[in-house]
Structures are given as structure tokens and as C-alpha cells.
């Protein structure tokens, strides 16, 4: 076959194809909207290309189009794998394509569901959500998808109340804290609601300002999609030294590193104290930044700590060694190279925050930014969320013309609490815990209503991927009604769902808004702001699919709120919804274009027509100067720090004066970042000092994967078998302890949970540490016992062995770590 020949027959394949453009923007992605360009022949996508609407012809672009555009932010934003497979997911066998009903028990194997009409479905939802608005107002409807933030997302809530609002999130929960109490940043008012512009964040060609990089619990180019993983690898490039600090040898280690350190899991406070004192000791702080930016006193009591003139015990390298397993002259060496290298953007990033006790270590991170001064300025990072940075210019937006809200619920539980609210809400109801143990446990606000959760509205995939999955289960069979739209018929939430209504993809198949609200004018959260895409749907969904917006509108007016809820469109039928949707997006774009206040001309850009839009519908500017943190509170001369002091405090004075206790927070925590918490009689519950060690002596990491986001992709054909092979790793030598071999079958257990999967034998785990990769669907065998009544899981979902257990600390993180045992189970897996 001659080259030629086979050129015309991939043209003749793709003839009659339209180009659309989307992004396929995540909870998970976080700092990417990458841009992808879809082929469409008929009503099917034959194809998903990456990003050609810049440098289209380029393959390498930074050895093409030269310095100064790369660090004007003028890239492709191309996805990964994970957003070149959406067809596994579009085109599914399992795929739900009509709405279904219930017929028995909630569970797996404990009922069948039944086709039902959409009427049915709609008129039965309106008369249970109208019923328990009837009898419980307050805080009794929650929907999973959104519920975080102090927001309610329950869509009818600004015009029904009843709606539950979370607080915390899935991913920064370990670093908030620390940044509210040290820094005196709360991410809510600027990243989620944009009254302030407090904006810790970065845009990625700020890398190439730092003289140093540390990755201390990141591994970007797995877990940070978008610019930043390009930006690291052009740094890498340029020279710029890059450490890696991780209990596992990790891609971003292999492709990025210099220096990779080895740490054991959940010890990363002890090493951090140590590179502190090494610090005082060498006198390499930044006195003048912390004469200007930090409190005096907690400067001098934070010292006094990590020297040992307060508990006789100095916080040095040689006394980490034995803690974190980092031998004590890597550290002292560390910590003079990461003083002595300003600017440096170290992150200690989600995960490592993401355990019992974790706060202590954001804020310990924090603060040997804030030592070096190397927590603003460029190349600096703030090592907190590090959500957002400032747009460049502002997005277009469709004016749907509802109601000004008229409830506006407080935070009534942890966005992770779920399973406490409903277990502990019958206990309190007969009277077995007091009104305050009730609100500690779950992170109820004095001053919120309590938690009193009747409906359960499941669009995602919540009951897998939050903590103690098995706990989940018995709260979520304990809800009077559950419904919601998914995917997949064999899905964890899907099989604990009362009414399930068949979900488009937002990205392709409807012209719903993406995560949060955020309309189809799609820009990314951090570090990239300079560009925009809009979204079209671009092909019908299969069966009976119909776009969320659509539903919500029939349920509302089923409630007598719809000409409040979504007046534009109220009486709009489905067949012509998406159509009515794009002329508003039409309106917003053509108003946005028009540039009355004269921003989009300041930034370069020249709008079109919207046709012509249509045709590439992404619009990019120049960045002139990278965003760095607090960049726009430095340059009109002022502080950020919302303390008490107005600067950051090493010992915060809230809570040297506030017991937590009292507030949402529900548990205690220190003024300082310590290795020892004064309210703790023993180690975290997931340390490996923990006296659980003893029966489970393997530290259980649950780190993403390129293949999973979230969960999403789990059942996709594309991303598993020879593409991804589950396994839980286990080190050479803990491996040789207990007799098992790569590829072993092994059972994986705590007091939690129990999990039979295939073993990978490897080195690029530290001793003592052991890994599962998070995203993975429970899959129960038919085997129950005490500890799994459901059954054994057979898929590898780590959240089965992750206890729920915060108090006496604060409830706000939301847990990833835990502690295991694994013995041999069987012979290889074929």
C-alpha cells in the first residue's frame, strides 16, 4: 500500500466532517480548560484533535515562535489523554439513554430499574421535592455536585429554600484553613464569589522567573492538567533546578527532577520544622520582607518552637532524620539551597494536606515561603490553594434574565460530612448527642440551621469518592429519595438511585453550564486567564438524553417558581431548547463584542462576527507580565494579609483567642504548625507512628492517575486493560516480607475496608508506603463480611480503606491517606 494511497483513504473517511471546538473542563482539572477540536460527521464525533487555533502548524512551539510569545501566553492548550478519549464514554454500551425508576431495594443486585417516561420521571421528582419542602424548609434537599464552596447546589434554592449549602471543597480542604488563620486568605470571596481579589495564584510563565522549584507532594504533570506541566518542563529545559519531595518516585520525578527526596508519608511537618531551623540557624530569612510582612510576636514564638526553648526539643535535621526517613545532611542541605535561591516557587501541593492533621503542614509550608519572602513577588509561590489569578480581559456572558435570589442558605455541614449528617441526625433525633456534638461532627455553623438531609440529588459520582465508602452506603440507603442524571448503568451512585435520568456529556451534547454555574464561555481558573472558548453542543444525545437546564426549568415550574428560575426559556421544549439557549449566548457575545468600555481594545482584541466566531471560537491575548501571587495588591502598595495583625502571623492570634470548637470547624487546632498537637494524645490516625501501625503497617497513598479523572473514565474501554492496569504498589522489600510477586493477587485491608486486586511490585514507592491510585469504581463480589456487608471490592477503590476520622482536630480536609495491611490472596492475575 503506497503512502499516498493510504492519505486518501483517512481523507476519504474524514470527508464531510464539521470542526466544533470545547473544552472538557472538569472538577479535577483545575488549572486547564484545555481546548479541544472535535470532528463531527453527521450526528456522531468521528475524531478529537488537540488545540490548533494558535501555532497551528507547529508541533514544537517553543523552538518555533520564539521567547517572547511563550511567555505571552500564547499557546496551544492542548488536552490529555483523558480529553483525547471522550468517545469510550460518548459511545458506551452501559450508556443510561432513558429515564429509569427503581423497582425494590437501593444496592447493588437488590432491585431493577424500569423505563419510565420523562413526565413521570418530572412529575414524581416536583411531588417529593414539593413534599419535603412542605414538612422540613431548611437545609433537608442535597445536591452533590455543587454543594461546596458555602454554596447550595441544589438549583431551586434562591427561590424555594430547602437546599443544603456545604463548605470546604474536594481538593484545597488540607490548605484553607492554614490560609485563612496564617495568611488571613479566604479563597471563597475571591475564587468562588469575586467580591475581593485577594488572587494568591499564578500564571504558568511565571515558572520561568524562579531560580528554584520544589514539587513537595505534586506530581503536576499527572494531577495538573493545562499550561503549568508545558511551563515546568521549559523550565526544566532552561536549567532552572527542580526538586521533588514524595514518598513515590513519581512521573513529574522521573521526566522533571534534579533532585528527588524520598519522604514517609504523612511526616512532611517534621522536615519542614527542620529546614526552618536551619534557617534561623544560618540566618538566611528575609528580614527585611519579614520585618514588612510579619508579625513580630509570632515570628518570635514560632522561633523559640523550632529551636526548643519551648519544649526543650530542637527542631533539628537530626531530629526530623528519624521521623521522615530524609537522611538529616539532605535536609540541612536542602534547606540552605532553598534559602540561599530566591525567588523560589516551592508548592506543597493537595495531597500531602489532604490527611489527618495535614493542616499543620500547608501552614508550615506557608510560612518558609513567607520566611524567605518567596511567598509574593515573581517566581515566588503562596503554596496554599493557589486559586486564582485575575482575568485579562472580561468574558462574554448570556443574560438569562432570572430573579434576584431570594434564600441564601448558611453552610450547614462539611461538604464531606454527608455520611455523618444523616447517620448522626437519627442519634440526635432520639436524643443520643447534644445539639453540639451533632454540629462539631458534621461542621455545622452556630448560626445555620441543622443538617436534615431528606433527598439526595446524585450527578456525580459522590458515594465512591469521598471517604469511607461503606459508610456512604449505609447514610445513603438511611434518604428518603434519591435522584439525579449519570452516565452508567453499573455506576456506584447509580445502583443507591431511586429515579436515574440519562446525562449528556456537557462538553458535546447539550448547551448546559459547565462545573459551578460557569457558562460556555470557558476560561480556565489560574494559570492561563488570556484566553476564552465557547462551547456549542455539537452532536444530539443518544435516547431520550435532554440538557439538565431543561429539566430543572420543568421542575421549577411544576413548583410554581419557573418564570423566576429561567423566565427566557420557561415554556421552551426540549426539541428546541439548545437552539433558544444559543441566541441568549448569541446576545452576550455581541454585547461583550461591542467593547463599550473600551478593555478588549486595551488587550488587542478585535472581535468577530459571530458566525465567523463559530467557526474558531477561542479568543487569546497577550499576557504582558505573568500573574504572580498577590501581584495586584503589591503593585497599588498594599498588604494582603486579612489578619488580626493585618500581617502573616507564624502564631495565629485567632486562634490563640478563638476555640474552633465554637465555629464550623468543629474540632481544635493549634496557633502553630506543630508536630505534636497539645489536643492529641497520639499521633494522626493515619500516621505511621499511629498505634494502628501495629496491625496495619503499610502507609496507603491514593494519588490520581493520567488516566482517571476523578472517576470519570473508569468504565471507558479506551483508558483501561493494556492502557492502564489497576494495581496496588507495594515496595520490593515490604513486598518480599510477605511473599508476594508482581502481579500477585492480594487482599488489601483495614478495619474499613477489604480489597482483592493485583499487586505491582516496585521500587518507585518508598518502604512502608503503599499506593492505589484514586478513581477506580467499587465493585462488589458476592462475598460479605463484617467489614464489607456489601461486598468485597474487586475494581480497587481506595476510599474503601480511608476512615472518616477528624475530631478531636477540625473537620474541614477531606481525607486520602490511611493505613493498610496487604497479604498474598492468591496466585498471579492473568
Known sequence: MSKEFAIQGIKNRHAGEKICYTTCLQNGCWDAACILKVHVKGDKITAIDPDDSINHTYGREDAVVGEEKIKQGLIQMRPCVMGHSWKGDLYAEDRILYPLKRIGARGGGQGRFERISWDEAIDTIAARIGETLAKYPDASILHTHHSFFEISGFPLTPYTGGGIAGWSDQSTSGHTAAEKFFLGYNMVPTAIFGTEDRFPGFEAPDLLNSKLIVLWAWDPLVGWHGAVPYYLKLAREKGIPIIVIDPRYTLSAEVLADQYIPIRPGTDIAMMLAVAQVLYEKELWDKEFVAENVDPDGFAKFRAYVEGREDGVAKTPEWAESICAVPAETIRAFAELYGRSAPVHLQFHYSGAKRHLGDYAAAASMILQSMTGNIVGPGGCESGSILGTPRHFPLPAADFQKAPMEYFPKPSFCTHKFAEAVLLREKFDRGDISEKDFRNAVGCRPDAPLPNIRIVVLENNQLNNHQQINKRLEAIRKVDFVFGFQWHLNHL??????????????????????????????????????????????????????????????????????????????????????????????????????????????????????????????????????????????????????????????????????????????????????????????????????????????????????????????????????????????????????????NDQVLVYNEFGQIVMPAHVTSKTMPGAACIHFGAWYTPNAVTTETMPYGIDINGACNLLIGDNHLPHTVNALLTAGLVEIKRFGGAMK
Open 493 to 742: 451512585s447509580t445502583q443507591h438511585m431511586d429515579i436515574v435520568l440519562p446525562a449528556p456529556l456537557h462538553m458535546f451534547e447539550t448547551t448546559d453550564t459547565f462545573l459551578n454555574g460557569q457558562q460556555r464561555f470557558v476560561s480556565g481558573p489560574c494559570a492561563m486567564r488570556n484566553y476564552f472558548v465557547y462551547c456549542r453542543k455539537m452532536v444530539p444525545g443518544p435516547g431520550e438524553v435532554r440538557a439538565k437546564d431543561w429539566f430543572w426549568t420543568q421542575v421549577a415550574k411544576r413548583l410554581g417558581v419557573g418564570e423566576k428560575f429561567n423566565p427566557r426559556l420557561v415554556d421552551v421544549g426540549p426539541e428546541q431548547w439548545d437552539d433558544e439557549v444559543e441566541k441568549i449566548y448569541k446576545e452576550g457575545y455581541e454585547t461583550w463584542a461591542a467593547d463599550a468600555g473600551g478593555r478588549l481594545a486595551a488587550a488587542g482584541i478585535k472581535p468577530l462576527p459571530w458566525e465567523e466566531f463559530l467557526r474558531q471560537p477561542v479568543v487569546r491575548a497577550p499576557i504582558d507580565e505573568p500573574f504572580y501571587p498577590f501581584k495586584n495588591w503589591l503593585e497599588r502598595g498594599e498588604k494582603p494579609w486579612a489578619t488580626p495583625s493585618g500581617k502573616i502571623e507564624f502564631s495565629s492570634k485567632y486562634l490563640e483567642q478563638t476555640d474552633l470548637r465554637d465555629t464550623e470547624y468543629g474540632g481544635q487546632m493549634d496557633p502553630m504548625p506543630v508536630w505534636q498537637p497539645s489536643y492529641m494524645s497520639e499521633p494522626a490516625y493515619d500516621s505511621p507512628f499511629s498505634p494502628r501501625a501495629a496491625k496495619y503497617p503499610l502507609s496507603l497513598v491514593t494519588p490520581v492517575t493520567p488516566y482517571r479523572c476523578l472517576s470519570c473514565h473508569d468504565q471507558n474501554k479506551t483508558m483501561r486493560d493494556e492502557v492502564y492496569r489497576h494495581r496496588v504498589w507495594i515496595n520490593t522489600a515490604d513486598a518480599k516480607k510477605r511473599g508476594i510477586s508482581d
